[in-house]
């Protein structure tokens, strides 16, 4: 198994020098999603909850996440994005709403805690506007989809 980066030699935690890493373009992508009731996905899509457009508020409140990223997870490096992105969409299926994000930069280090931040907080926003129709709203699936760039090169969920 791989030496963990983010450990020191006596086990402390301590945060990676990315310093003689060359920078490159680095793109990560991410998922999740949250499932409710029919009735709340109902509100949710017809905009009729008192606290205002669930969908819109999401995709602003997980671009802002992404921003500020390394303020919420303690050894990741601050990042200037060149991009950051949420879309979310219904899908009746689940019933619920499934949300992608991507964050892309160009620097030392990537950006799949960006990405993931961003989703994770998107979801936890539309919970936070739709609970009191539904507590029982259930978020799940977050995960990364793919990520670009870097000395590890490019990865994809199969």
Do not use: F
């Not at 995709?59 to 802002?64: F, P, S, W």
């Not at 949420?86 to 990405?115: C, F, H």
Request: with cysteine; proline share 3%.
């Amino acid at each position: 198994m791989k030496d963990l980066s983010h450990v020191d030699a006596e086990g402390r935690a301590r945060m990676v020098d990315v310093g003689a890493k060359t920078e490159s373009a680095r793109t990560a992508r991410a998922e999740g999603s949250i499932r409710m009731s029919a009735e709340t996905l109902d509100a949710v899509e017809q905009n009729a909850l008192s606290k205002g457009d669930v969908i819109a508020a999401a995709r602003i409140a997980g671009i802002m996440a992404a921003k500020k990223t390394a303020e919420l997870i303690p050894l990741c490096h601050p990042l200037p994005l060149t991009d950051a992105g949420v879309d979310v969409d219904i899908d009746r299926a689940l019933p619920g709403l499934r949300v992608t994000a991507w964050a892309s930069t160009v620097g030392r280090t990537g950006v799949e805690m960006e990405a993931l931040t961003a989703v994770t907080v998107a979801l936890l926003t539309v919970y936070d506007m739709a609970k009191a129709l539904d507590r029982g709203m259930e978020i799940s699936d977050v995960r990364l989809t793919e990520k670009r760039g870097g000395k590890s090169g490019d990865w994809k969920r199969e």
